[in-house]
T-cell receptor
Framework: DARVTQTPRHKVTEMGQEVTMRCQPI?????VFWYRQTMMQGLELLAY????????DSGMPKDRFSAEMPDATLATLKIQPSEPRDSAVYFC???????????????FGPGTRLTVL | GEDVEQSLFLSVREGDSSVINCTYT??????LYWYKQEPGAGLQLLTY?????DMKQDQRLTVLLNKKDKHLSLRIADTQTGDSAIYFC??????????FGTGTRLTIIP
């Protein structure tokens, strides 16, 4: 049963600390997305990759956030330094190559709930 | 701009039909989707409709698309307690990037 995995599921940290969230996309998917979900802002796209290359990171605060794909099986989202306003649930999603399935379906991971004190 | 709007809340009695509405502003969207998010979980695709279709039915789910009014709806027949969730509509314009709506929280009244 192929699924997107994310670690950690929960993270509590103090302001100023570095936070790294990891995602393993579904094997064979060539697009990876990072979203942030909060009550106030809803679901926001932070960045996405196609074939490991960043295509759009316009939703990401550049001064403290960075997203990378060291290889096809791992995507990372890093916040340094973290701030209380970064508290949210961060979702990773992956998608198959366009045209192979339902248009552009995205498969979501379970999320990382981040709390910055 | 790319704004997809939904009502925030909907309450429905168990056994009744639920209708969740969505309006979008970009008529060039190619696929429109409905995702479901259960508590503590990520979003899961429920159903989708291609922009040249008016209606799609899938078991208890019926999707209606009115391109003229840029209106999308999801009808859930015989609503059950397991249907309690947040429902998101989403659109794409021909690439992998989806624009999600604000989400509608569906509450089932016993």
């Amino acid at each position: 049963d192929a699924r997107v995995t994310q670690t950690p599921r929960h993270k509590v940290t103090e302001m100023g600390q570095e936070v790294t969230m990891r995602c393993q996309p579904i094997l064979g998917h060539n697009t990876v997305f990072w979203y942030r979900q909060t009550m106030m802002q809803g679901l926001e796209l932070l960045a996405y990759f196609r074939n490991r290359a960043p295509l759009d990171d316009s939703g990401m605060p550049k001064d403290r956030f960075s997203a990378e794909m060291p290889d096809a099986t791992l995507a990372t989202l890093k916040i340094q330094p973290s701030e209380p306003r970064d508290s949210a649930v961060y979702f990773c999603a992956s998608g198959p190559r366009a045209g192979t399935t339902l248009g552009y379906e995205q498969f979501f991971g379970p999320g990382t709930r981040l709390t910055v004190l | 701009g790319e704004d997809v709007e939904q009502s925030l809340f909907l309450s429905v009695r168990e056994g009744d039909s639920s209708v969740i509405n969505c309006t979008y502003t970009d008529s060039s969207s190619t696929y429109l989707y409905w995702y479901k998010q259960e508590p503590g979980a990520g979003l899961q695709l429920l159903t989708y409709i291609f922009s040249n279709m008016d209606m799609k039915q899938d078991q208890r789910l019926t999707v209606l698309l009115n391109k003229k009014d840029k209106h999308l709806s999801l009808r859930i027949a015989d609503t059950q307690t397991g249907d309690s969730a947040i429902y998101f509509c989403a659109e794409t314009f021909g690439n992998e990037k989806l624009t999600f709506g604000t989400g509608t929280r569906l509450t089932i009244i016993p």
